[in-house]
């Protein structure tokens, strides 16, 4: 069994927006329930098959790590009544991703193969290999698509174009590189490698707030430590804990994520496959075991919760 949709009901105005993986509904403009569901997105596309508990592991991952690093940014985050479930402040979202690398890999080597040497502005360093730390952490900013892929942008077409100002941008670009040294020294303590990740910010009442999921194995990519040099030494592919062997089970099968496309679908092995790497992961980057909640009548448990955690926080 898996969630792939939900259908909650709450009193007054209510609008429901759903993304590739959450169903956020937004309540009198003023708080956001958001749904972490087992569909899966890769390529910015979403998958045929969910995965079950999928949506479990990505809601406790980031709110594991909002709770975290709340000295570091403010966080929308105000409530987790449900393992699938986060209640937060409804902000204005910055149509930016905030991707942060310390390691050539994944998209910043795919664009280092093809030859070039320059990624969202940044000048990239000659005779690197792939998943080689970079000198220091890069900035590497993508407009953030509703529909469609996300496109890399640099710093001063962000300025130029008039999406943020010089100082909003200064401020952004602090948390980001703060929030990734953070979760770098959590990964660090858990024998992992935090190589790249993505953060997302909104505007609540005039202030930057950290939103959205942050350090869950769809935003980053994880590495282990054991072994890295020498695997990077002897050329050879290093252990990952991320989403990216999903894409590269996508490659293998021949889907790109071209437009006009269709992506396929997975064979039950695969799925369960997916489902236990998911489960792996958030167990290895929090310590804490992980608990596999029922889905039997998993709707009424959601809706039932969710307007627990409102009224818990006072909003009915």
């Given amino acids: 069994m898996s969630l792939k949709d939900t259908h909650l009901k709450f009193e007054g105005r209510v609008r429901k927006y759903s993304g590739k993986v959450r169903d956020t509904y937004i309540l009198n403009e003023q708080l956001i329930v958001i749904v972490s569901t087992d569909r899966i997105s890769a390529f910015d596309v979403i998958l045929p098959n ?18 975290n690093t709340e000295d570091i940014c403010p966080s929308y985050l105000l409530s987790v009544p449900d393992p699938n479930i986060s209640i937060g402040l409804f902000c204005d979202p910055i149509p930016i991703e905030m991707v ?73 670009k602090n948390f980001a590189f703060n929030l990734y040294k953070k979760g770098q020294e959590m990964a660090r303590s858990k024998g992992l490698i935090l190589a790249d990740t993505k953060y997302e910010f909104g505007y609540y009442e005039n202030k930057i707030y950290l939103i959205d999921e942050i350090h869950t194995p769809d935003s980053s990519r994880y590495f282990y430590s054991e072994g890295f040099e020498e695997r990077q030494k002897n050329n050879e592919p290093q252990k990952q804990l991320s989403k990216e062997f999903v894409r ?38 929090t310590g804490n075991p992980f608990q596999k909640q029922n889905y039997h009548l998993i709707h009424e448990r959601l809706q039932n919760n969710a307007l627990k955690g409102l009224k818990e926080i006072g909003f009915y």
């Fill in 248 to 285: 590269e089970w996508l490659m293998s099968n021949g889907f790109h994520g071209q437009e006009g496309t269709e992506p396929p679908s997975m064979a039950p092995d695969f799925v369960e496959e997916v489902s236990e790497r998911y489960i792996h992961l958030y167990e290895t980057v």
């Fill in 100 to 172: 942060v690398r310390g390691y050539l890999c994944g998209h910043a080597w795919r664009v280092y193969k093809s030859g070039k040497r320059e990624l969202c502005g940044v000048k990239l360093p000659e005779g690197m290999k792939e998943n080689d730390p970079f000198p220091e952490p890069i900035l590497t900013p993508a407009t953030k698509s509703t529909i469609g892929h996300d496109e890399d942008i640099s710093e001063m077409e962000i300025i130029k174009m008039g999406i943020l100002s010089s100082s909003e941008l200064e401020q952004m």
């Fill in 50 to 67: 969910p995965i079950p508990y999928k949506g479990q592991v990505l809601n406790q991952t980031a709110a594991y790590f909002h709770q």
